[in-house]
């Protein structure tokens, strides 16, 4: 399959380019600077200049790409939905998946918040054959903007921060496992039309995240004191880092059991409030299998 792919130069991008050459897709990335075209091509994409600021010549720059699905990795925050739908429909690219956030329905008003609400309504209505994935937190690699900023800040304090009491339930995702989701989603026309939020395989306390990241950071457990010097602290947590990236620490499973996932039946992902939601990995069967 033939995909054009916004937000190919970000930190999904790289594993959803990746995981698509290897699956033995085309793609091509929609790049606005010259230091994105380096970074696309490198991922194994072919560079489509084109910005999402100029909807006006973004009609064309769609209408060039000749592909079969849009694959928008894109923040829907920044009110460019309706130019990307709108390109979308003047290409005649009527399948698109858009990856957007679980942050638009927890309590506490997120950045952005209505108007990623805002873009959920006009691509549901938008005529397309579209998808939204909602990932939780992404984690996996150096320069994530969850984990990676955690166990930077934490070589610099002499006690981990322990929010509230330390009990609010997160479920990260890795992000290997997010462009799965996305690929698989483009891949199977019965994903249409639906709304998935994307979560990891299992919820797990804030105390918890920090015990699991304090020894490699050589921080003392949030129960108990003790430390160790900064220098050191600092090479751990760059260990712990890289050893995200691959698959390990943090309870990564990045898989869940074939079996799990046909006899699964839909959960409400964690600390997420209100009706039960569909989720990647425990509700439409088969979805995460490769």
Not at 214 to 239: C, F, K, L, N, V
Request: aromatic letters at 4%; proline letters at 8%.
């Amino acid at each position: 399959m033939r995909l054009l792919v916004t937000g190919g130069s970000g930190f999904l991008g790289e594993y959803v380019l990746t995981e698509a050459a290897r699956r033995g897709h085309e793609t091509v990335a929609l790049a606005r600077s010259a230091a994105a075209v380096v970074t696309v091509t490198r991922r194994g994409a072919q560079s489509l200049i084109g910005d999402l600021d100029d909807p006006a010549r973004l009609l064309a720059v769609f209408g060039t790409a000749d592909c079969e699905a849009l694959v928008n990795l894109a923040s829907l925050g920044f009110g460019h939905a309706p130019a990307i739908v709108a390109a979308a429909r003047a290409a005649a690219i009527d399948r698109a998946v858009f990856v957007s956030t679980t942050a638009v329905q927890t309590t506490p008003p997120a950045h952005s918040k209505r108007i990623r609400l805002d873009a959920g309504g006009q691509i549901r209505d938008s005529g397309l054959k579209w998808t939204i994935l909602r990932p939780t937190i992404i984690y996996g690699a150096p320069g994530d903007r969850n984990l990676s900023r955690l166990l930077a800040l934490l070589p610099r304090l002499p006690v981990p921060p322990v929010p509230g009491s330390g009990r609010h339930l997160q479920q990260p995702v890795h992000v290997a496992d997010v462009a799965d989701a996305v690929l698989n989603a483009v891949e199977r026309p019965a994903a249409a039309g639906h709304c998935y939020d994307v979560a990891g395989p299992e919820p797990f306390s804030f105390t918890e995240l920090l015990r699991s990241c304090a020894p490699e950071a050589r921080q003392p457990d949030p129960a108990g004191p003790g430390a160790a010097g900064p220098s050191r602290r600092r090479r751990a947590a760059t260990r712990y880092s890289a050893a995200a990236g691959r698959g390990q620490g943090l309870r990564h499973q990045r898989r869940h059991p074939r079996s799990r996932l046909r006899n699964a039946r839909i959960q409400r992902v964690a600390s997420l409030p209100g009706e039960r939601r569909n989720t990647l990995f425990n509700s439409y069967e088969g979805l995460m299998e490769g």
